[in-house]
């Protein structure tokens, strides 16, 4: 079982703001990076290093880590943003992923 | 353009072997770690284990130590996932990843496509 912990799934209405978080012990002091996979592809990744967005993800995707929570921020919620959500840490030379948050916009 | 290309899936019976492979191009292959990522169907993202094609330098996750191997052809920009004896439970989609900066560990910025594994009993 992961040792990062994602809610199973989360909804948002179209337009409106979805928050998914990541927990568990190994994200503190830790960089976390987000991917999403929609079905049939490959991950994709929409925020490393807490909060920085790779060029030609919208602005609508955002990340921050305060305290011991990094969550991922998707304003302005599309039907193209239903997907699959995961959290990434290194723990030393392991990789560790979230178990994911399937995002639902109704 | 930086891409990881994969093999073809691959259909295979439980006891065979197999390898897999993950070709590289559009950047200096031999200084960024490689991931390989199980999912199995209609399950989460999981890291099998790492490697640095510079030298070789392989780390595998805990669950996957002694069931697997990984390896890397630094003259054809290839990484590789090797099965001695698969078992139906082998049966998953798997990817490989680039970390995104040169000799450290950060976030995956390239994925290949994907090779499904399906293994019969």
């Known amino acids: 079982s992961s040792e990062l912990t994602q809610s199973f799934s989360v909804s948002v209405a179209l337009g409106q703001t979805a928050k998914i978080t990541c927990g568990g012990n190994n994200v503190r002091n830790k960089n976390v990076h987000w991917y999403q996979q929609k079905p049939g592809q490959a991950p994709l990744l929409v925020i490393y290093r807490d909060s920085n967005r790779p060029s030609g993800i919208p602005e609508r995707f955002s990340g921050s880590h305060s305290g011991n929570t990094p969550t991922l921020t998707i304003s302005s919620a599309q039907a193209g943003d239903e997907a699959d959500y995961y959290c990434?840490?290194?723990?030393?030379?392991?990789?560790?992923f979230g178990g994911g948050t399937r995002l639902t916009v109704l | 353009e930086v891409q990881l290309v994969q093999s073809g899936a691959e259909l295979k019976k439980a006891g065979e072997s197999l390898r897999i492979s993950c070709q590289g191009s559009?950047?200096?292959?031999?200084?960024?770690?490689i991931a390989w990522v199980r999912q199995m169907p209609g399950k989460g993202l999981e890291c099998m284990g790492i490697?640095?094609?510079?030298?070789?330098?392989?780390r595998y996750s805990l669950s996957f130590n002694g069931q697997v191997t990984i390896s890397a052809d630094r003259s054809n920009s290839t990484a590789f996932l090797q099965w001695s004896s698969l078992k139906a439970s082998d049966t998953a989609l798997y990817f490989c990843a680039r970390s995104s900066v040169a000799g450290t560990h950060d976030a995956f910025d390239i994925w290949g496509q994907g090779t499904m594994v399906t293994v019969s009993s």
């Open positions: 559009g950047y200096m292959f031999i200084n960024y770690w």
């Open positions: 490697i640095y094609p510079g030298d070789s330098d392989t």
């Open positions: 990434q840490v290194w723990d030393s030379s392991t990789v560790l």
